[in-house]
């Protein structure tokens, strides 16, 4: 009987965290495009970082994957410390809905639920309505898992030493807190947690008295998916998770003091619902709502905590705009200035970008490429702020030479982002020949070396042009640029040489030659941005 029984739980609970799993992901798909305008809305109302945590949980359902994407962010330098703490205190608080909906009796929904996801997934053609049809499916898979459970349970009510052993947890609430703890770790999942207590609560087997530690020690556990998310990723980010889990801790000692010190257990439990069921689920509630209420204003508190218990300075790669200023649009003069200044910075991202690439070409380290990819994702990033912020402008009066000058604008920033890609592709590169173990003979490498350097120069001319608005400067790329086009042919005509001659293998060639081939386009896409900026001055003088 129990070997059947325990089959059974687990198999519920399997389907259970398996549809929470499917719920999250798919939403996740519906819902990622509108992330980033969330974060640039989180960026400009530091009071509303705790509703983007309540409502992106709410969407998504996993507070885990609220937290794991907000160390992300601020791994990536979207969001700062503060704000990111906001997030994940309101995160607590919207993943407490799926405990408000399986509260309820939702036997019979499982299977109509299941039935129309799967239509709708299978006979749609497109991938919206697909995402959508599996989001059905994941809740349907979990209101079936919650009435496997609560089936297999119903035996137990019979079984006196089960009740026993239960209501250790209400008389020791320690191990309780340990139980709760330890089963969210496991299973990774808070709301698995709350949907196996209220299953045992529905058929009278978790006293409400024995549930509420389990529930608080499960507000501790959910904190370690976070954590381990931020092994291995940037200080601000380790700060992240660990404040989640102090912001946690508190909210517990909160709890354990209005319940067992103040003896506030009866009137909360009376005021929380009737049946046990809706007593777990409005608790959970509670003790999100209340810990976020008390201890927001605190957030600053908590910041300043973490940062002396992790200390250091990150080199965070802002991936927002840093210049533009959306109250300057109907200025049209001084926008553009601010665009300027924007892909200024771009400009230098790309260009620590290849040296990076031309770095990893001597060191196996992938060290390097996370830095790499880390710039690319800031370039990418920023081109589409600068692109909405000058469509913006361009809706606005402009007089011809404006017209011409946020043409030019456009322009640039299409060309730094393709410089960045180029610098991107020298990497992949790299890691290629390292893979394959391919070897540049000593003339081959010390070609690559000079036209890097060549690169380089470039880089550094035009960057200095810019700072110090030297025309002089900027007209130098274009022969600069020429020089760079001598020596890739010189190393073109060298490199056939060598293959005629069998001195490389044709693998190792074939990677020589694309590396040249990018660095090349890199010199024409500095020499067009040299030239465009040389027009916008051309047309601000008129």
């Known amino acids: 009987m129990y070997y059947s029984l325990v089959l059974e739980v687990l198999g519920g609970l399997a389907l259970f965290i398996f549809g929470i799993n499917r719920l999250s992901n798919s939403l996740q798909k519906i819902t990622s495009n509108k992330l980033k305008s969330v974060i640039n809305f989180v960026t400009k109302k530091s009071w509303a970082t705790v509703l983007v945590?309540?409502?992106t949980t709410m969407l998504i359902q996993s507070s885990s994957a609220t937290s794991v994407m907000t160390v992300g962010f601020v791994n990536?330098?979207?969001i700062t410390l503060r704000q990111a703490i906001g997030i994940v205190m309101g995160a607590n608080i919207g993943t407490t809905i799926t405990a408000q909906i399986v509260s309820f009796k939702i036997d019979i929904l499982s299977y109509p639920i299941i039935i129309i996801g799967f239509l709708m997934y299978f006979i749609a053609k497109r991938r919206r309505i697909k995402n959508i049809g599996m989001t059905i499916i994941g809740l349907g898979l979990l209101f079936l898992g919650m009435t496997i459970m609560k089936g297999a349970l119903g035996p137990l009510r019979e079984n006196e030493s089960f009740k026993t052993f239960l209501l250790v947890f209400s008389k020791n609430p320690f191990y309780g807190i340990l139980a709760g703890l330890g089963l969210t770790v496991l299973l990774q999942s808070s709301s698995?947690?709350?949907?196996?207590?209220?299953?045992?609560?529905?058929q009278g087997l978790m006293p409400i008295e024995a549930a509420i530690p389990i529930l608080i020690g499960d507000n501790i556990g959910t904190c370690s998916t976070a954590l381990a998310a931020s092994i291995g990723t940037t200080i601000t980010a380790k700060r992240t998770a660990f404040s989640h889990l102090m912001f946690n801790i508190f909210g517990t000692v909160i709890f354990i003091l209005l319940l067992y010190v103040f003896k506030l257990q009866p009137l909360i439990v009376r005021l929380t619902g009737s049946s046990v069921p809706h007593q777990i689920a409005n608790i959970h509630?509670?003790?999100?709502?209340?810990?976020?209420v008390v201890l927001f204003p605190f957030i600053g508190f908590f910041e300043k905590i973490v940062v002396k218990i992790f200390p250091?300075?990150?080199?965070?790669?802002?991936?927002?705009?840093?210049?533009?200023?959306?109250q300057l649009i109907n200025t049209p003069s001084l926008a553009m200035e601010l665009v300027k200044k924007e892909s200024i910075r771009m400009i230098k991202i790309t260009h620590t970008m290849l040296k990076l690439s031309f770095e990893r070409l001597d060191k196996k380290d992938v060290r390097i490429e996370e830095k790499i990819l880390d710039r690319e994702s800031a370039v990418d990033s920023v081109t589409e702020d600068i692109i909405r912020y000058l469509t913006k402008v361009s809706q606005k009066p402009l007089g011809k030479s404006q017209s011409n000058q946020l043409t030019n604008l456009l322009h640039i920033a299409y060309d730094v982002e393709r410089t960045g890609d180029h610098a991107e592709s020298i990497m992949?590169?790299?890691r290629v020949r390292e893979e394959n173990n391919m070897i540049f003979n000593s003339s081959g490498s010390a070609e690559l070396e000079k036209t890097f350097n060549k690169v380089n120069y470039m880089f550094k001319t035009l960057i200095t042009g810019l700072e110090d608005d030297s025309i002089i400067k900027l007209k130098q790329c274009e022969s600069i640029e020429d020089q760079i086009d001598e020596l890739v042919k010189d190393a073109r005509t060298n490199h056939l040489d060598r293959l005629r001659k069998e001195e490389c293998s044709l693998n190792s060639g074939v990677i020589f030659a694309d590396i040249i081939l990018h660095l090349e386009r890199i010199g024409d896409l500095l020499y067009a941005i040299s030239r465009n900026f040389i027009n916008i001055k051309a047309y601000g003088s008129h």
């Open 53 to 55: 945590g309540v409502f």
């Open 285 to 292: 509630a509670s003790f999100n709502i209340i810990t976020t």
């Open 76 to 78: 990536a330098g979207l």
């Open 192 to 202: 698995a947690t709350i949907g196996l207590l209220i299953a045992l609560g529905s």
């Open 312 to 326: 250091g300075k990150d080199i965070v790669i802002q991936k927002n705009a840093l210049h533009l200023d959306n």
């Open 428 to 430: 992949y590169l790299a």
